[in-house]
C-alpha cells in the first residue's frame, strides 16, 4: 500500500516533464511553417510538418495505449521524450543542410512523442481515488500553461546554444532545398527568420525529461494505480482484459470520447483559422498574438479549477457546461471583427475545450482498469488527435466558403450535438447502472 504523498512525489516528476516537453513544442511549433516554407520552396508546404505531426500523433496513439500496459507507464513516457529528442537531432540537421524531407521526419518523431507524452494525464489519474482525480488531471493539463509561456522565449537562448555548439546556420553546411525534391540553393538565399535554435533546445530538454523520467518515476505508477482498482466495483476484474470492441460499448466509455473528440474538433477548426481571420480585418500581428494568447489562457490557466468543479459537481455537468461554453464562443466570436469580440470568443473557446477535455479524460479513466484503461485511452487519443486534424484541414476550405461565420456556425452545431449525447448516452449510463 502506497501513501499518498508517494501519488503527489509521481505527479510532480510528471508535471516537471511534461513543462519541459511542452515548452519545447511550442518554441519549435513557431518556426515551423516557416522552416517549412523555405525548406520546401513555397506556401504550398509550409503547413505540411504541422499535419505530420497531428497524423503520426494520431497514429502512434493506440500503440502507445498499447506499449505502457504491457511495459509499465514509466517506460512509455520514456520513450515518448526519447522519441522527441530524435525529432529535435533530425530537426537541426534538416534545417542545417535544407533538407525538408527530414524536416518532416522529424515532425513525424515529435508527433509520436506527443502521443506518448498526453496519455500523462490518464498516468496520473489512475495513482488517485476517482474523488480527485480530476483535479489531479487538470494540474497536468496546467502544464501546457508553461510551455505556452516559456516555449517562444527558448529560441533566443536556442539560438545562443547553437551558436556555442557550431550548430547555427553561420557555421552549418547549409544548403536550402528549391523545391519539395528538387535540388538545393546556397544558405545565404534563405536563411533570413530561420534558426536552428527550437531543435537543439528540444534536444535538451526532452533528453532531460528522459533521464528525469528514468530515474525517478519510481516506483511504477502502474503499481500505485492498483490500489486504487479495489475500491471500485471493476476490482475483480483489474488484471482481465476484453477486447476493445466490448469496451467501446459502454455508454460512460463513449460519452468520455465523444466528449474529448468533440471538444478537441470544435476548438482546433475555430482556433486555426482565427489568425487568418484576423489578417484578413487589417490586425497586425501583436493583436493576433493577444488573441491566441487569451485562448491558450483559457485552455490551460484555469486547469487545476476545472479539476476542483468536475470533482466537485462531476463529470455529465461539466459536459454539459463545456458544450454551452463552446456555443457562447461559436455566437461572440463571429459578431464583429473588433477586439473585444474576437478576446472573449476564443477564451471561451479555450476554457470550453478545457472544460469538456479534463471532464472525458477524467471519466474515461473512472470507467477502466489495467491495461483495459491505457489501451483505450490510446484508441482515444487516436481518434481525437485524426479528428482535430480533419478539422484542421477542413477550415480553411469552410472559410473560403463562407468566412468566419460558417465555421463557427460548424463549430457551434458541433456542441449542441455534443448536448444531445450527454443527454441520450447519460440516460442509457444511468438505466444500465440501476439494472
Not at 93 to 107: D, H, R, T
Not at 201 to 221: D, H, K, N, T, V
Request: aromatic letters at 10%; a positive charge.
Amino acid at each position: 500500500m502506497y501513501p499518498l504523498r508517494t501519488s503527489h512525489r509521481l505527479l510532480l516528476t510528471i508535471f516537471i516533464t511534461q513543462s519541459l516537453m511542452s515548452a519545447s513544442q511550442i518554441a519549435i511549433l513557431t518556426l515551423h511553417s516557416i522552416a517549412a516554407g523555405i525548406l520546401g520552396g513555397g506556401d504550398s508546404t509550409a503547413g505540411m510538418p504541422t499535419t505530420v505531426v497531428t497524423f503520426s500523433h494520431s497514429i502512434m496513439a493506440y500503440f502507445f495505449g498499447i506499449y505502457m500496459g504491457r511495459f509499465g507507464r514509466r517506460m512509455g513516457l520514456s520513450t515518448a521524450y526519447a522519441f522527441g529528442a530524435l525529432g529535435g537531432i533530425l530537426g537541426t540537421i534538416a534545417v542545417l543542410n535544407g533538407n525538408f524531407f527530414l524536416l518532416l521526419v522529424s515532425s513525424a518523431c515529435m508527433g509520436s512523442s506527443r502521443a506518448g507524452a498526453q496519455m500523462s494525464r490518464f498516468v496520473v489519474g489512475e495513482m488517485f481515488p476517482a474523488e480527485k482525480r480530476a483535479q489531479m488531471i487538470g494540474r497536468i493539463v496546467f502544464a501546457g500553461t508553461i510551455g505556452a509561456i516559456f516555449g517562444p522565449a527558448l529560441i533566443e537562448p536556442g539560438t545562443r546554444l547553437a551558436g556555442t555548439l557550431a550548430l547555427d546556420l553561420a557555421n552549418g553546411p547549409v544548403l536550402a532545398n528549391s523545391g519539395f525534391l528538387g535540388g538545393f540553393m546556397p544558405a545565404a538565399d534563405f536563411r533570413g527568420g530561420l534558426t536552428t535554435g527550437p531543435w537543439v533546445m528540444a534536444c535538451f530538454m526532452y533528453g532531460l525529461s528522459f533521464l528525469i523520467s528514468i530515474l525517478f518515476l519510481r516506483p511504477e505508477p502502474a503499481l500505485v494505480a492498483r490500489q486504487y482498482v479495489f475500491q471500485s466495483k471493476h476490482q475483480n476484474q483489474a488484471d482481465t482484459k476484453h477486447k476493445l470492441k466490448d469496451l467501446l460499448r459502454l455508454p460512460n466509455v463513449q460519452l468520455a470520447i465523444l466528449s474529448m473528440l468533440i471538444c478537441q474538433t470544435v476548438m482546433s477548426t475555430l482556433m486555426t483559422i482565427t489568425p487568418w481571420h484576423m489578417h484578413r480585418a487589417d490586425h497586425d500581428n501583436t493583436t493576433v498574438s493577444l488573441v491566441i494568447s487569451a485562448h491558450v489562457l483559457g485552455m490551460f490557466g484555469l486547469s487545476a479549477v476545472t479539476g476542483y468543479l468536475i470533482d466537485r459537481y462531476g463529470r455529465i455537468p461539466m459536459m454539459v457546461v463545456a458544450a454551452l461554453t463552446l456555443v457562447a464562443s461559436a455566437i461572440i466570436a463571429p459578431l464583429s471583427t473588433q477586439l473585444p469580440y474576437l478576446l472573449v470568443g476564443l477564451f471561451l473557446l479555450g476554457l470550453g475545450w478545457n472544460f469538456g477535455y479534463i471532464a472525458g479524460s477524467s471519466m474515461l479513466a473512472d470507467a477502466l482498469s489495467g491495461s483495459d484503461r491505457t489501451r483505450v485511452a490510446g484508441f482515444n487519443d487516436m481518434l481525437v488527435a485524426f479528428c482535430a486534424g480533419l478539422g484542421t484541414l477542413s477550415s480553411g476550405f469552410l472559410y473560403g466558403l463562407g468566412g468566419f461565420l460558417l465555421v463557427s456556425v460548424g463549430g457551434g452545431v458541433l456542441a449542441l450535438l455534443l448536448l444531445a449525447l450527454v443527454r441520450q448516452l447519460s440516460v442509457k449510463q444511468f438505466a444500465l447502472g440501476a439494472s
